[in-house]
Each structure stands twice: as C-alpha cells, then as structure tokens.
Nanobody
C-alpha cells in the first residue's frame, strides 16, 4: 500500500513563499512520476505541477509557471513544491499524487494514489 503524506502548508502573505513536501512510502517511489494538484473552495481540483520518475521532465500549469518549482529526492522518497511570489488565488488545499507511469501526467486520471492534502492560505 502506498501512502503519501503532505506537509509544509500554512498561511502566508501575498508575495511570500512556502515549500510543500510529500513523503511517500514504498520501495518503488523512484519508478513513478509524481504530481501536485490543488482545490480551491467551490472549484474543481486542478493540476499544478508534475515530474517524471527521474526528475528530468517537469510540467506546470500556466498559472504557476515561473513561480513554482517541483523537484524530487528519490533517496528520500520525497517530492517538493517550492512556491514563490504567492498570490491570494493560490489559496487551496494542495494534494500530492503518484502517477501510474514513469512519465509526467497532467490529468487526474493519470494518478492512482493521493495524499490527504495540506492547506495553503495566501492573504492580500
């Protein structure tokens, strides 16, 4: 059974930064792509960023390009999301997910394991 546990969420003022972490259980972490999604109140969950098994390929939603950076440390079974220049519209619950393949996936359907989420609140 794969477990994903997010941490690092919190409250920050606009323009600030946060780094989310997602610790994964299991021995096969380094053979799957990973991703971050978010869900704001009253909205559907949306793709934020994804990374391939090796970290060599990344994808970002247009709304976070240039501000967010996804990375992974396969030795620590952990994926990160560095969020800079945060905006109030970034406020959401952020979810970590493990893809069903080695590649970067941008659709929810490409992920088969999910964490419980961590709240990020950005005030103006």
């Amino acid at each position: 059974q794969v477990q994903l546990v997010e941490s690092g969420g919190g409250s920050v003022q606009a323009g600030g930064s946060l780094r989310l972490s997602c610790a994964a259980s299991g021995r096969t972490f380094n053979t799957y792509g990973m991703g971050w999604f978010r869900q704001a109140p009253g909205k559907e969950r949306e793709f934020v960023a994804g990374i391939s098994w090796s970290g060599g390929t990344t994808e970002y939603a247009d709304s976070v390009k240039g501000r967010f950076t996804i990375s992974r440390d396969n030795a620590k079974n952990t994926v990160y999301l560095q969020m800079n220049s945060l905006k109030p519209e970034d406020t959401a619950v952020y979810y970590c997910a493990r893809a069903a393949t080695m590649a970067v996936m941008v659709s929810e359907s490409g992920y088969n394991y999910w964490g419980r989420g961590t709240q990020v609140t950005v005030s103006s």
